[in-house]
């Protein structure tokens, strides 16, 4: 079953309104949760979290290619682990897939809610770099698209870049 996901609410000031304080961490539980909906019951939080980061890399390289898309990643990273030392044995892999490496090393010293919490935290950050970067409505028209297009899509991390 596909996620379905109305970016127009998101965007516009009467669909902040119904948002939680922080608007970039409701989405990003969105894009997490879009992962669940999709996965078997066995699957916990963390490997939702890390799916999610895994399809916004592969969805986001495609717009601002895999060298941009990998620094936003590794700086989100870099920020979220001062607040969680669940990230320290996360890896970033680029042009690999999975993208996020190590989760069982997470998991495994900090446990499932402890990682799930942390990539949901690293996603936080990398949504507040994108939107300071190309502006806030346009991240969320990237981000959109990728809660929009299927897992199965043709979607890989390439070097070209589409237009938006």
């Known amino acids: 079953m596909a996620y379905t996901w109305d970016i127009a609410s998101l965007v516009t000031t009467k669909g902040m309104e119904s948002m939680s304080q922080d608007p970039r961490r409701e989405i990003a539980r969105r894009l997490i949760d879009s992962r669940r909906q999709e996965r078997t019951?066995?699957?916990?939080?963390?490997?939702?979290?890390?799916?999610?980061?895994?399809?916004?890399?592969r969805e986001l390289s495609r717009w601002v290619g895999v060298d941009g898309c990998h620094a936003l990643f590794t700086r989100a990273l870099s920020q979220a682990r001062i607040e969680?030392?669940?990230?320290?044995?996360?890896q970033l892999r680029a042009r690999s897939e999975p993208y996020i490496d190590d989760l069982a090393a997470s998991i495994m010293a900090y446990g499932d809610a402890g990682t799930a919490e942390a990539l949901e935290s690293m996603l936080v950050r990398l949504l507040e770099l994108l939107g300071r970067l190309i502006g806030y409505d346009m991240a969320m028209k990237l981000v959109g698209r990728s809660l929009a297009s299927p897992e199965g899509s043709d979607a890989t991390p390439c070097s070209s870049r589409e237009e938006a």
């Open 41 to 57: 019951g066995a699957d916990t939080a963390a490997r939702a979290a890390a799916s999610a980061c895994d399809h916004l890399y």
């Open 84 to 90: 969680h030392p669940a990230l320290t044995p996360i």
